[in-house]
T-cell receptor, first 115, second 113 residues
Framework: GAGVSQSPRYKVAKRGQDVALRCDPI?????LFWYQQALGQGPEFLTY????????KSGLPSDRFFAERPEGSVSTLKIQRTQQEDSAVYLC?????????????FGPGTRLTVT | GDSVTQMEGPVTLSEEAFLTINCTYT??????LFWYVQYPGEGLQLLLK?????DKGSNKGFEATYRKETTSFHLEKGSVQVSDSAVYFC????????????FGQGTTLQVKP
């Protein structure tokens, strides 16, 4: 496909369960970003990869959140012991250049609902 | 820290009306500025961008001018269509140099025929 894809599109988890969200960036894109979008709000930055290196994880809200991109392409965002406040849409974006102005291409998101 | 403030919505207009969605920012240095649009059921799409003061970004009839003196990047369109109904996000490239975007809270636009 030509765009960024994310799976699953929807995920319902019981509080306390672990979840894994997948992002397939556009082929050849060096930079990959994860954002969290709460209902009615703008996306908020979680973490950034350049190839396989995680260069910025300042937005991860707690140590329950973990992201990886082991081969510099597909990325997984893992949330351990989910809480209700984790309910949000998780967006992945990728960008070809490794320097500004970083035109980012977004995937459709994964809507996580924690019950 | 860096931040973006957008006018609150929803904004409801009749077809062919003039649109303005206000956006102001706070940032160190001279950030790049963006407008993204989110159509119902779809992902965020880049609408337009400006990378330095006085630049005008434009796309699909939308325009925004980077005003350093007023720290603003207001989105305008001369004649909206029903198909423009969406949520619009103003964003800036944060000063951390890692490419993270800082978004406003979004403004919902509803265009009625």
């Amino acid at each position: 496909g030509a765009g960024v894809s994310q799976s699953p599109r929807y995920k319902v988890a019981k509080r306390g369960q672990d979840v894994a969200l997948r992002c397939d960036p556009i082929s050849g894109h060096v930079s990959l970003f994860w954002y969290q979008q709460a209902l009615g709000q703008g996306p908020e930055f979680l973490t950034y990869f350049q190839n396989e290196a995680q260069l910025d994880k300042s937005g991860l809200p707690s140590d329950r959140f973990f992201a990886e991109r082991p081969e510099g392409s597909v990325s997984t965002l893992k949330i351990q012991r989910t809480q209700q406040e984790d309910s949000a849409v998780y967006l992945c974006a990728s960008s070809f250049p490794a320097r500004p102005p970083y035109e980012q291409y977004f995937g459709p998101g994964t809507r996580l609902t924690v019950t | 820290g860096d931040s973006v403030t957008q006018m609150e919505g929803p904004v409801t207009l009749s077809e062919e009306a003039f649109l303005t969605i206000n956006c102001t920012y706070t940032a160190t240095g001279y950030p790049s500025l963006f407008w993204y649009v989110q159509y119902p059921g779809e992902g965020l799409q880049l609408l337009l961008k400006a990378t330095k003061a006085d630049d005008k970004g434009s796309n699909k009839g939308f325009e925004a001018t980077y005003r350093k003196e007023t720290t603003s990047f207001h989105l305008e369109k001369g004649s909206v269509q029903v198909s423009d109904s969406a949520v619009y996000f103003c964003a800036l490239l944060g000063s951390s140099n890692t490419g993270k975007l800082i978004f406003g809270q979004g403004t919902t636009l509803q265009v009625k025929p």
